[in-house]
């Protein structure tokens, strides 16, 4: 019987918001099992059992207690210790690749979508332990039941006999279970955290008289920002808080809380979380910090903390955190320590830094950027910033989402939810602090290739997540999103009152990959009518110290009728000491004139700052100082359409590879290695590659000159011959590679060459030469947190030193693909550049979705230099000549996709 796969113990948020935790059932559940057949009514146990049933007998109680998580398995659902609900299947005696399921939900837990999240669990534990179909009984009046079968989007047959319906499927994911899974975590998760965001009534356990404390402050935030609802000060050492009769414990309060937020000394804190769980508050925002931010007892507390929040069903923001605001007038919850209740708008943001939190309320302000919800999330125990982009996916409030992140808890969840939200609203951030990729050891070209930043930034550049660098361009992008239509295109008009400027615009947006674009003589004819004579209507328009509100009104009138540009910098330097707030007026008016038909940046150049026309609420032009900041938050808005009207591509999936055979290779290799793996030989890589439709070079390892003599006449034609050994990393640096080697005296030449370059030669590889063709590089390195990270490059032994390279996260699309390739500079070569040999293009870009695939089948591999491949002439093909994969072993079943089923928490 195989051991307890505690790999599948999660947190599940329910539909209603509610946190049930979900595990492989034990033996010692059986008394939990019965508690649930009891409290079951006699209709939840017919449509179980299909008959009236009084009690198990003790048989059936061991037989559903004890699973062999194989052909028998079962998860249950609990809370705070009580079963709720299970769902088990049985392998078919006669047909061992099919199941059949069933499931018992507790009366009083139907309706809250328990049956679909353990169908969920099922069918991924299923899949992963050879089951390919379920087979299901469900009573035709079991109307609930067949309406979880229908909505889970598994592709059903169902047969009705004598009142029961037969349903099959196959456990294979489609994209509609795909789609109904994550629809359903996003509902969950937004539904688990409407008490945190729209509290009916809140707690402050901790509220103090103390004036200028975090207690006292929070308390006289919520109630200064007039929170809608009841608000209690809880304090066992005061009868009341800023004149609100106070409570000694949350427990004294006599109606219902939905909300406390907790701000007392970390050893109170388990305390007041469980008066709050018995209390039955929904939601938690721990300021308290104390946690895993000080490592060790710290961790062991936030651990035992989020135990007791998810056993009783809460969620929690925090520890370690700042607070929560939302400027909804429907609620008005200011739940925060800092002194700043920022203005109404359409931004979201979440930082994982508290302090810095404050001072990114207090710059918002200034820069007149409204604010939706803020989240300071602190150590991200239970709810994280992927939480909070799918509670702002569908969020009415938000136009803009901003993260400040300093880590990921889950990159491959963000991954996937990022890719979806970002094609609704732009997902602005700022990634500080350097990954643990830099810690990894380089062995391979791949690794030394990836710096601690690749990772984040192809999973930023693939999520279509705008990544600045600092706060400050943070703030510069959000502050266009949030008031301007995403560019149509990189087309952009400069209109200016001076030529300076203009010309240093022009220069930034250029170096930026924008199009400074030549006007037509019409437009720049329908310009300059409105101009002085020494205007110049080129771009960038110069109108000349003279121009007034009037000339720039008629300038934006015609750059924004026109079908020429995308957007327009108008920028402005106060030439004339009166005359400002004119001009403001008029680019404001004119962006509003022309509202979501050309994307208006404006530059005010002025130390008097920029004029209340264009700071004020009303005003939604994006003003900047200098046209750099300008045209650098332009270019990440037009990149950002350029994402957006990118189709989403597709990993392709090639049918003629052969898993089982590259799998007997590497764990050949792997019983050679042991448990810590390495780099496999040779032919147990040649295998590999063969088995996935690469194309290797032929080869054969020689042990004498005899055999090399052999291998050579085999082979035909000239030769390579390299040395194997383990000490050897790179060969021919050590003269260990001998190439176009003819005839029986230079292949015996060349082995005593090679093989005398080490001590340690295990063999010489006799290699057939492959002539011409460019040399590449592919690659794979294992990024700890963010999964496999593919490379494309060219240079073959100088890949290193030029470092034209391209990474991207794995899986690879089509369009990933598309983009490596003309990321890489030189891979123009491979077009035949200046007369040159062409390379076969098609056979490249169809190697690397290969090995996206190799990637996916094959988890045991964590590093991989395919380098060089030889890309030869269209047509034609390419060929490995040198490749280095590295194993290890990976226990158990393998379940990359776990962390990502429906509506899991972090654990
Ligand atoms: P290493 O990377 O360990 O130094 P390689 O096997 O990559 O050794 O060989 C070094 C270089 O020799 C390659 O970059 C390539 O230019 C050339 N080379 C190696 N094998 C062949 C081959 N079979 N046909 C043609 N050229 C080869
Ligand atoms: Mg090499």
């Known amino acids: 019987m195989a051991s307890y796969p505690s790999e599948w113990e999660f947190d599940v948020v329910l539909r209603d918001g509610g946190v049930v935790q979900v595990r492989p059932v034990k033996p010692e559940d059986s008394d939990g099992l019965n508690g649930l057949f009891e409290a079951s009514s006699t209709e939840s146990r017919r449509q179980r059992f299909f008959r009236d049933r009084d009690a198990l007998t003790p048989e059936e109680l061991a037989y559903f207690s004890t699973v062999d998580y194989q052909r028998r398995m079962a998860f249950v659902a609990l809370h705070e210790d009580d079963i709720i609900g299970v769902g088990r299947y049985d392998v078919l005696d006669d047909e061992p690749t099919s199941a059949e399921v069933a499931f018992l939900v507790a009366d009083a837990h139907q309706g809250r979508g328990l049956a679909a999240q353990l169908l969920a669990d099922l069918t991924a534990y299923a899949r992963r332990h050879g089951v390919t179909a379920f087979k299901a009984f469900v009573l035709a009046d079991n109307r609930a039941m067949l309406r979880v079968f229908r909505n889970s989007g598994y592709h059903l047959e169902r047969e009705v006999h004598e009142g029961v319906y037969t349903v099959h499927f196959p456990t294979l994911e489609s994209v509609e279970s795909q789609a109904a899974m994550w629809e359903t975590e996003k509902q969950a998760i937004a539904a688990s955290l409407t008490p945190i965001f729209y509290p009916r009534s809140i707690a402050v356990i901790g509220a103090s008289t103390t004036e200028g404390s975090i207690g006292a402050r929070l308390f006289d935030n919520l109630g200064a920002a007039n929170f809608v609802g009841p608000l209690y000060p809880v304090n066992p050492s005061a009868t009341e808080v800023a004149g609100v009769p106070a409570y000694a414990s949350v427990l004294d309060i006599p109606d219902p809380v939905d909300l406390a937020f907790i701000v007392v000394p970390a050893r109170f804190v388990p305390q007041v979380v469980e008066q709050s769980a018995e209390k039955g508050v929904r939601g938690l925002v721990v300021i308290s910090a104390g946690f895993s931010e000080v490592g060790g007892e710290g961790e062991k507390a936030e651990a035992e903390l989020l135990d007791m929040v998810r056993s009783a069903g809460m969620r929690m923001v925090g520890p370690n955190c700042m607070g929560v605001l939302n400027t909804d007038p429907a609620v008005n919850l200011d739940g925060q320590f800092g002194p700043r209740f920022p203005p109404r708008g359409n931004v979201a943001m979440s930082s994982q830094s508290g302090a810095l939190g404050i001072a990114i309320l207090d710059y918002a302000t200034q820069l007149n950027i409204g604010i939706s919800t803020f989240v300071s999330v602190g150590n991200k125990a239970d709810v994280s910033g992927n939480d909070l982009?799918?509670?702002?996916?569908?969020?009415?409030?938000?136009?803009?989402?901003?993260?400040?992140?300093?880590?990921?808890?889950?990159?491959?969840?963000?991954?996937?939810?990022?890719?979806?939200?970002?094609?609704?609203?732009?997902?602005?951030?700022?990634?500080?602090?350097?990954?643990?990729?830099?810690?990894?050891?380089?062995?391979?070209?791949?690794?030394?290739?990836?710096?601690?930043?690749?990772?984040?930034?192809?999973?930023?550049?693939?999520?279509?997540?705008?990544?600045?660098?600092?706060?400050?361009?943070?703030?510069?992008?959000?502050?266009?999103?949030?008031?301007?239509?995403?560019?149509?295109?990189?087309?952009?008009?400069?209109?200016?009152?001076?030529?300076?400027?203009?010309?240093?615009?022009?220069?930034?947006?250029?170096?930026?990959?924008?199009?400074?674009?030549?006007?037509?003589?019409?437009?720049?004819?329908?310009?300059?009518?409105?101009?002085?004579?020494?205007?110049?209507?080129?771009?960038?328009?110069?109108?000349?110290?003279?121009?007034?509100?009037?000339?720039?009104?008629?300038?934006?009138?015609?750059?924004?009728?026109?079908?020429?540009?995308?957007?327009?910098?108008?920028?402005?330097?106060?030439?004339?000491?009166?005359?400002?707030?004119?001009?403001?007026?008029?680019?404001?008016?004119?962006?509003?004139?022309?509202?979501?038909?050309?994307?208006?940046?404006?530059?005010?150049?002025?130390?008097?700052?920029?004029?209340?026309?264009?700071?004020?609420?009303?005003?939604?032009?994006?003003?900047?100082?200098?046209?750099?900041?300008?045209?650098?938050?332009?270019?990440?808005?037009?990149?950002?359409?350029?994402?957006?009207?990118?189709?989403?591509?597709?990993?392709?999936?090639?049918?003629?590879?052969?898993?089982?055979?590259?799998?007997?290779?590497?764990?050949?290799?792997?019983?050679?290695?042991?448990?810590?793996?390495?780099?496999?030989?040779?032919?147990?890589?040649?295998?590999?590659?063969?088995?996935?439709?690469?194309?290797?070079?032929?080869?054969?390892?020689?042990?004498?000159?005899?055999?090399?003599?052999?291998?050579?006449?085999?082979?035909?034609?000239?030769?390579?011959?390299?040395?194997?050994?383990?000490?050897?990393?790179?060969?021919?640096?050590?003269?260990?590679?001998?190439?176009?080697?003819?005839?029986?005296?230079?292949?015996?030449?060349?082995?005593?060459?090679?093989?005398?370059?080490?001590?340690?030669?295990?063999?010489?590889?006799?290699?057939?030469?492959?002539?011409?063709?460019?040399?590449?590089?592919?690659?794979?390195?294992?990024?700890?947190?963010?999964?496999?990270?593919?490379?494309?490059?060219?240079?073959?032994?100088?890949?290193?030193?030029?470092?034209?390279?391209?990474?991207?996260?794995?899986?690879?699309?089509?369009?990933?693909?598309?983009?490596?390739?003309?990321?890489?500079?030189s891979a123009r070569l491979l077009e035949g550049y200046r007369g040159g040999q062409p390379g076969d293009v098609v056979a490249l870009r169809q190697a690397m979705a290969r090995l996206s695939q190799l990637i996916e089948e094959l988890p045991e591999i964590v590093e991989m230099d395919l380098n060089p491949v030889k890309v030869l002439e269209p047509g034609q093909g390419l060929r490995v000549v040198d490749a280095r994969i590295k194993v290890r072993r990976v226990e158990g079943p393998f379940v990359p996709s776990r962390k990502d089923l429906p509506a899991v928490v972090r654990r």
């Not at 643990?436 to 192809?458: C, I, K, P, W, Y």
């Not at 004339?576 to 022309?594: C, L, Q, T």
């Not at 046209?627 to 332009?634: G, N, W």
């Open 389 to 825: 982009l799918l509670f702002w996916e569908d969020d009415p409030s938000t136009d803009v989402i901003l993260l400040y992140l300093e880590s990921f808890g889950n990159p491959r969840r963000f991954s996937r939810i990022a890719r979806r939200v970002a094609r609704r609203k732009p997902i602005v951030a700022v990634k500080s602090g350097r990954t643990s990729a830099g810690a990894r050891a380089a062995s391979s070209h791949t690794g030394s290739l990836a710096s601690s930043d690749t990772a984040v930034n192809a999973l930023f550049h693939q999520a279509g997540v705008v990544r600045t660098d600092t706060l400050e361009e943070l703030f510069d992008v959000t502050a266009l999103l949030a008031n301007q239509p995403v560019p149509g295109g990189n087309r952009v008009a400069v209109l200016t009152n001076a030529g300076g400027p203009g010309i240093l615009a022009a220069d930034a947006l250029e170096a930026q990959g924008l199009e400074v674009v030549e006007l037509s003589a019409e437009l720049r004819a329908d310009l300059g009518r409105h101009l002085a004579g020494e205007a110049s209507t080129r771009n960038p328009v110069d109108m000349i110290a003279s121009a007034g509100a009037d000339a720039y009104a008629a300038c934006l009138d015609a750059l924004a009728d026109s079908a020429e540009v995308d957007s327009i910098i108008v920028i402005y330097i106060p030439a004339a000491p009166s005359g400002a707030e004119d001009v403001a007026a008029a680019i404001r008016d004119a962006a509003e004139r022309h509202r979501g038909k050309k994307t208006f940046v404006a530059v005010f150049m002025s130390a008097s700052g920029v004029p209340p026309e264009l700071s004020g609420q009303s005003a939604r032009v994006p003003t900047y100082l200098f046209p750099e900041s300008a045209a650098r938050a332009l270019a990440r808005a037009v990149r950002y359409g350029e994402w957006l009207a990118r189709p989403e591509g597709s990993v392709a999936t090639f049918d003629d590879v052969d898993v089982a055979q590259a799998r007997g290779a590497i764990d050949s290799g792997l019983a050679r290695l042991g448990p810590d793996g390495g780099w496999l030989e040779a032919a147990e890589t040649e295998a590999v590659l063969r088995s996935f439709g690469m194309q290797p070079a032929r080869a054969d390892i020689a042990a004498t000159a005899d055999d090399a003599v052999a291998i050579g006449n085999a082979i035909e034609g000239p030769l390579v011959m390299k040395v194997q050994s383990e000490s050897a990393l790179h060969k021919s640096d050590i003269g260990g590679v001998v190439l176009g080697i003819e005839g029986e005296d230079e292949i015996r030449q060349a082995f005593e060459t090679v093989s005398g370059v080490v001590d340690d030669a295990s063999g010489v590889l006799v290699q057939e030469f492959v002539p011409g063709g460019h040399e590449i590089i592919l690659g794979m390195t294992e990024d700890p947190s963010f999964g496999p990270l593919l490379l494309f490059g060219l240079g073959g032994v100088f890949v290193e030193l030029i470092g034209d390279v391209a990474f991207r996260i794995h899986p690879l699309t089509d369009l990933d693909i598309e983009e490596m390739i003309a990321e890489v500079r």
